[in-house]
């Protein structure tokens, strides 16, 4: 089971930039339960969207979750700069198993 | 205020068997939906989810390595043990624990983080 995301993306301070999450072996679905973690240099993951859209506490509302065809997505609109981290997606495989995907590296500039 | 923080080696040779201690606070591993887990980190690289243990005693593990890793929990402790047979310097990597959540309002969530622990593999 491989889940992949972009490897890097770049956007504009104010812009807004949608990050994917796909499975190779199949659709993402709400069923897999993508959740959404950002992780900055030396701190652990924090996160961000859990069930597909549901944004956690204090999670500005800048950020949202989807499924966007057969991929998970990531929309960060109003890009701050801030917001430059690492965004990792997470499936759930079923049987207690989850699966990271590769990571974006967002870029602000 | 939940906390969760790893201990164990920082340095283990090839061939060994790590062992690692995740202390926890603030919630109980009895609690119906809720887990813990173990996920690692190379340098610069991803992170790789690598078992779970729940709270009614079930266990999962990663299916690339599920033959090297064990994980148990001691309840009265709060703490959850990992173990890695036949350490590699592949397997150099900052390894961390995470309250993990799975009900059917709030599924597949590691909302809580320890700090992460440096393993470093090598002779």
């Known amino acids: 089971t491989v889940v992949t995301q972009e490897a890097s993306f770049s956007v504009s301070p104010g812009g807004t930039v949608t990050l994917t999450c796909a499975l190779n072996s199949d659709s993402v679905s709400t069923y897999y339960y993508p959740s959404w973690y950002r992780q900055t240099p030396g701190q652990p993951p924090r996160t961000l969207i859990y069930n597909t859209n549901i944004r956690s506490s204090g999670v500005p509302d800048r950020f949202s979750g989807s499924i966007l065809g057969d991929k998970a997505a990531l929309t960060i609109t109003g890009a701050q700069v801030d917001d430059e981290a690492d965004y990792y997606c997470v499936l759930f495989m079923g049987r207690g198993i989850s699966v990271f995907g590769g990571g974006t590296k967002v870029t602000v500039l | 205020q939940i906390t969760l923080k790893e201990s164990g080696p920082t340095l283990v040779k090839p061939t060994q068997t790590l062992t690692l201690t995740c202390t926890f606070s603030g919630f109980s591993l009895t609690t119906s939906g809720v887990g813990v887990a173990w996920i690692r980190q190379p340098p610069g690289k991803a992170l790789e989810w690598l078992a779970v243990?729940?709270?009614?005693?079930?266990?999962r593990y990663s299916p690339s390595l599920e033959n090297r890793l064990t994980i148990t929990k001691d309840t009265s402790k709060n703490q959850v043990v990992l173990t890695m047979t036949n350490m590699d310097p592949v397997d150099t990597a900052t390894y961390s624990c995470?309250?993990?959540?799975?009900?059917?309002?709030?599924?597949?969530?590691?909302?809580?983080w320890g700090q992460g622990t440096l393993v470093t593999v090598s002779s």
């Open positions: 995470a309250h993990y959540y799975f009900t059917s309002s709030k599924a597949n969530v590691f909302d809580y």
């Open positions: 243990i729940f709270w009614n005693n079930d266990k």
